[in-house]
């Protein structure tokens, strides 16, 4: 069964770069129509789509986001990554990990990581 | 961006009891529309595809329906353990966007 776990630092501060890792188990992060992506949920807030990757390397990102966020595949470790730079308070959020099937639906989530932005 | 409207954002029902929660899409999707349940301190759990299509492993008291740009999950019947967020999602069109979240209590 494909499982997802993020991890990285809980606490990043402000105008630095979030770096979050998702490891994939279970399954090869080359399998086709299966896309890779991050999804956050600020505090007291819903969820907002931040970027989907396919391992081929395409990206598709989050226009309110996009000047800041590089999303990458590490085919060799099974693992995909997220770069959100320049954070604020804003950002302070839980980040999702997910599976996605051919660009539609959201079939599997991680457990999610608190990522808090202070000095 | 297409904005995702639920109704309501909270509602408290008896066990047994229909739940209706509403998703309306500011632009027309097609069936590009999911439904996904979050239990508190879980993931969020895909519950419908496409509008009206079930998923392996969820229980059949899950439904859905479309009607125009307003979409509709349905809990026939529910039960304890189905008290959670409920939000809808868009994949018609970039940036994929969320609904605000319903909550479900049980009274």
């Known amino acids: 069964q494909l499982q997802l776990q993020e991890s990285g630092p809980g606490l990043v501060k402000p105008s630095e770069t979030l770096s979050l890792i998702c490891s994939v188990s279970?399954?090869?992060?080359?399998?086709?129509?299966?896309?890779w992506g991050w999804i956050r949920r600020p505090p007291g807030k819903g969820l907002e789509w931040i970027g989907t990757?396919?391992?081929?390397?395409?990206?598709y990102y989050n226009p309110s986001l996009r000047s800041r966020v590089t999303m990458s595949v590490d085919m060799s470790n099974n693992q995909f990554s997220l770069k959100l730079d320049s954070v604020t308070a804003a950002d302070t959020a839980v980040y999702y990990c997910?599976?996605?099937?051919?660009?539609?639906?959201?079939?599997?989530w991680g457990q999610g990581t608190l990522v808090s932005v202070s000095s | 961006e297409i904005v995702l409207t639920q109704s309501p954002d909270f509602q408290s029902v008896t066990p047994k009891e229909k739940v209706t929660i509403t998703c309306r899409a500011s632009?027309?999707?097609?069936?590009?529309l999911h439904w996904y349940q979050q239990k508190p301190d879980q993931s969020p759990k895909l519950l419908i595809k496409?509008?009206?299509q079930s998923i392996s492993g969820v229980p059949s008291r899950f439904s859905g329906s479309e009607s125009g740009t307003d979409y509709t999950l349905t809990i026939n019947g529910l039960e304890a353990e189905d008290a959670a967020m409920y939000y809808c999602?868009?994949?018609?069109?970039?940036?994929?966007?969320f609904g605000q979240g319903t909550k479900v209590e049980i009274k």
């Open positions: 632009q027309p999707i097609g069936s590009n």
């Open positions: 997910v599976r996605v099937f051919a660009m539609a639906t959201i079939v599997t």
């Open positions: 279970g399954d090869s992060i080359t399998r086709s129509d299966y896309y």
């Open positions: 999602h868009q994949s018609s069109t970039l940036p994929w966007t």
């Open positions: 496409f509008a009206t």
């Open positions: 990757i396919y391992y081929s390397g395409s990206t």
